[in-house]
């Protein structure tokens, strides 16, 4: 029997990683979100006011970033890491 006080909080860095890569890539759809509102604040009168191409642009280079990140993510996690997780722990 092992009691849980006895019980190592040691977690493997390799699976420690494969979370957090996966965490990261559930953010990825929210932090795009909110960068795509940042527009929506701009000042649309008055001598500074940013033209609708430089919204356009923003916008369509948030969507770039997103596309990117999101494939270095998908590539950074390994496909069968979270069944070796299941298995291997409770």
Known sequence: MTD???????LE???YRQRRFR???RMLPILG???WT???MWRQQGEE???NATALLYIFGVWVFVI???ALVSRLIE???DLIEKEGGS
Not at 4 to 10: A, E, I
Request: with cysteine; charged share 20%.
């Open 23 to 25: 965490d990261v890539a």
């Open 68 to 70: 990117f990140c999101t």
């Open 13 to 15: 860095r390799k699976g």
């Open 79 to 81: 496909p069968g890491s």
């Open 33 to 35: 979100g909110i960068l």
């Open 4 to 10: 849980k006080r006895t019980q190592s909080l040691f």
């Open 49 to 51: 006011a940013v033209s």
């Open 38 to 40: 940042i527009p929506l």
